[in-house]
């Protein structure tokens, strides 16, 4: 296409002599004052704006283009901002947004009266709804078809339903059409956003990160819409935690430190609570990590790690219920229970806070608040992991182990069913003989039926817990008995699907178990491998 200059008179309207249409060339010197000012794609909303009595927007837009093909300028539309005009798919073009392609701007020549233009009389020229076109016609926005939030609501549900393999495809296809519906900008990051930390939740890094690149075009400078500062903090926070996800803790540390010293992210932390509430867990979860480093970090640091997972924990959940995120409050409601027990039991917080029983009925309240707010509220996802914790803090002072004979491993004593009903009154309907809280043995296998019987989905490292749990008790409380056997065989089974260090916590595990169940997971297990260093082992 020839590059010369395309001199362009404001008035009366010609390009290059001839007479021009009027909308046409109001629009394509609209995209050289936003070139010029750097302001970023041109949306629909301007040209509603400058032509609000117009019915027939397609209309314009196609004859605009028809006009800029004539006059010899390449200009595009959709978020794309880098392909190529000519490549460009028809459809939706009338939906914007709209801009020049690169180096266009540098081609037209501006007059008044024959005399170069200044930015400011093009500002004159365009009118003052060019400074104001970013703001929504509320009737107009409200008018737009309903189908990107129909199918963005349907893709959260099925999310929230579960990205089991089978039903990945349809969740991707769902974000994807709920993508294509965008009718602008934030509606179009949102919808990247939610993908991301879905597929964050259900442990998809690969997808979540690929989402979040898909996202960075949305968040430039450029694009100042209201909501887009707390999609840059939320996509950075996100991309901290696929970062600890994959176990680069020292990584996501740094992540988060940068994000806790951006001046422009700063703001969104301190006074938006939803924001602060995920920044805060997830500075939690990473200083947990050092705090269970057992055999790389000093005790002092250690213990300096796990006041400050308390700290941030604490300010978490009040953050969860600031922000009215009942989910959120019963996440880290079960994180304070675990963390706690966890720590006390390590020998990292002080222990003016009592003995042991105090602290685990202490812990046990926390993981009931957030199974009464699972049970009451319908969130948690049918996940298992507050059984777990329960189990494993209930049994937490048992800690014999070596060639233990059944008798006495049966000689411990694990916290008793009546004694965490009494602590979690009144809040204990959760722990009902319906879900299995008869016995501690019949809590692990209702547990474990459920995910058999395909009421619940647990992932590989969940399962391997569950089972750990199902063994111990069925040990405890019904000695050599098939249930044991059965989950030890199992859990020998599922090892090749866990990470080394994974491997060797349950390794170490099953030595707490009597010597014969000791000696069936041996026959079974894969080598442990070498943890990397200073790894968490998340359920120690």
């Given at each position: ?68 093909r004539a006059w010899g300028i390449e200009v595009g539309w959709g978020r794309n901002t880098d392909r190529d005009p000519a490549l460009l798919e028809l459809s939706g073009r009338s939906r914007g947004p709209f801009w020049l392609a690169r180096g266009q701007a540098q081609r037209l020549d501006l007059r008044l009266d024959g005399k170069p233009v200044r930015l400011p009389q093009v500002a004159d020229f365009l009118g003052p709804e060019s400074a104001q076109d970013d703001r929504e016609d509320p009737v107009a926005y409200v008018m737009q078809d309903v189908s990107y939030w129909n199918e963005l609501t349907h893709a959260l549900r099925m999310a929230k ?380």
């Open positions: 296409m020839p590059r010369q200059k395309v001199r362009i008179e404001l008035r009366p309207p010609q390009v290059n002599g001839h007479p021009a249409r009027y909308q046409s060339l109001w629009l394509l010197v609209r995209l050289y004052y936003a070139e010029r000012t750097r302001t970023g794609p041109v949306p629909v909303s301007a040209l509603l704006a400058r032509f609000p009595g117009s019915a027939k927007l397609r209309m314009i837009v196609s004859r605009a283009y028809a006009d800029y339903d579960g990205a089991a393999s089978a039903a990945e495809r349809s969740v991707a296809q769902r974000f994807r059409a709920a993508h294509r519906a965008a009718q602008d900008d934030f509606q179009a990051a949102l919808s990247v956003l939610k993908e991301s930390l879905a597929w964050r939740r259900h442990g998809q890094v690969e997808r979540s990160e690929d989402a979040l690149s898909r996202l960075q075009p949305y968040l430039l400078p450029r694009d100042a819409g209201p909501g887009l500062p707390t999609f840059a903090a939320m996509a950075a926070i996100a991309h901290a935690w696929n970062l600890y996800a994959q176990g680069g803790v020292p990584a996501a540390q740094a992540e988060l430190a940068r994000i806790g010293t951006d001046l422009e992210l700063q703001p969104v932390i301190r006074y938006n609570p939803r924001v602060r509430f995920e920044f805060l867990n997830l500075r939690a979860l990473l200083s947990k990590s050092i705090a269970m480093a057992l055999q790389t970090v000093p005790l002092a640091e250690r213990a300096e790690a796990a006041t400050q997972a308390i700290e941030d924990l604490s300010g978490a959940l009040r953050a969860a219920y600031e922000a009215d995120s009942i989910e959120s409050a019963q996440d880290v409601a079960a994180n304070i229970g675990w963390s706690l027990w966890l720590f006390w039991t390590h020998g990292l917080l002080d222990t003016a806070q009592g003995p042991a029983e105090v602290v685990q009925l202490q812990a046990i309240r926390w993981i009931g608040l957030s199974e009464w707010i699972c049970d009451r509220f319908g969130v948690g996802g049918g996940s298992a992991w507050n059984t777990v914790f329960l189990l494993r803090i209930a049994r937490g002072t048992c800690a014999a182990q070596g060639r233990l004979d059944l008798r006495s491993f049966q000689a411990q004593t694990p916290l008793s069913m009546r004694r965490v009903v009494q602590a979690t009154q009144p809040y204990h309907a959760p722990f009902s003989a319906a879900k299995g809280y008869t016995s501690w043995s019949n809590v692990a296998r209702y547990t474990l039926e459920e995910h058999d019987a395909g009421h619940a989905q647990y992932g590989a490292l969940q399962l391997a817990n569950v089972l750990l749990e199902t063994a111990w008790f069925s040990a405890y409380e019904n000695g050599l008995c098939a249930q044991a056997y059965d989950a030890v065989e199992r859990l020998g089974k599922l090892m090749k699907s866990l990470r080394k260090d994974e491997r060797r916590f349950f390794r170490e595990s099953l030595a707490y178990l009597p010597w014969e169940l000791v000696a069936e997971a041996a026959e079974l297990m894969p080598a442990a491998g070498t943890p990397p260093a200073g790894s968490y082992r998340p359920f120690s």
